[in-house]
């Protein structure tokens, strides 16, 4: 079946570090995959897609690329802020698994200033 | 997006009582969703809330212990029914233009079961 592996967290950096969370994935089809974010006390929210092999999805100086030849849509960040202080949830939806969202375990991201 | 509120947003409540949480959406939305995170923990599925009909529960859960209405493509709630200790998690509402889409979250409903 379909599922989802992240890097186990916490990840603690210091601000303006370089930031990777690996994500890599196992589907059947053609999945569509997400970056959700949650803020400490808040839901998620989507923070970047990609919807087919090479596509790049950004937002918030986040970046992640669909690389369908080793599973994988890590996340990447050239220079982290206090603010990015968060839980990062790697997601896919699989439309011949009726669309359903699979997400990882999440990533808990602590940026020191 | 769309923006979408759950009420209340947290709760104490005690063991063998039931507690409804509501998700109220700003526009017509074609599939909403509700799931469970565990303390620490990643989300859950817990069913798909169908407008007009009953809702479609993933493995482990049941309509008895979590009934779900939807009246319209805008507003749905969820029932935690006979709550025990162990059904302290937050809740939270997910909302999606179409199958193919993106789902969209609310803040969630915390809950605490004494």
């Known amino acids: 079946g379909n599922s989802v592996t992240q890097m186990e967290g916490p990840v603690t950096l210091s601000e303006e570090a370089f930031l990777t969370i690996n994500c890599t994935y196992t589907a059947t089809g053609y999945p569509s995959l997400f970056w959700y974010v949650q803020y400490p006390g808040e839901g998620l929210q989507l923070l970047l897609k990609?919807?087919?092999?090479?596509d790049k999805g950004s937002n918030k100086g986040f970046e992640a690329t669909y690389r369908k030849e080793t599973t994988s849509f890590h996340l990447e960040k050239g220079s982290v802020q206090v603010s990015d202080s968060a839980v990062y949830f790697c997601?896919?939806?699989?439309?011949?698994?009726?669309?359903?969202?699979?997400f990882g375990k999440g990533t808990r991201l602590h940026i020191l200033p | 997006s769309a923006v979408i509120s759950q009420k209340p947003s947290r709760d104490i409540c005690q063991r063998g009582t039931s507690l409804t949480i509501q998700c109220q959406v700003d526009s017509q939305v074609t599939m909403m969703f509700w799931y469970r995170q565990q303390p620490g923990q990643s989300l859950t599925l817990i069913a798909t809330?169908?407008?007009?009909?009953?809702?479609?529960?993933e493995s482990g859960f049941v309509i008895d212990k979590f009934p779900i209405s939807r009246p319209n493509l805008t507003f749905s709630t969820l029932t935690v029914s006979n709550m025990s200790p162990e059904d302290s998690s937050i809740y939270l509402c997910s909302v999606a233009q179409a199958s193919n889409q993106p789902q969209h979250f609310g803040d969630g409903t915390r809950l605490s079961i004494l």
């Open positions: 997601a896919l939806s699989d439309r011949s698994r009726d669309d359903k969202i699979i």
């Open positions: 809330a169908n407008q007009g009909s009953e809702a479609t529960y």
């Open positions: 990609a919807t087919k092999a090479d």
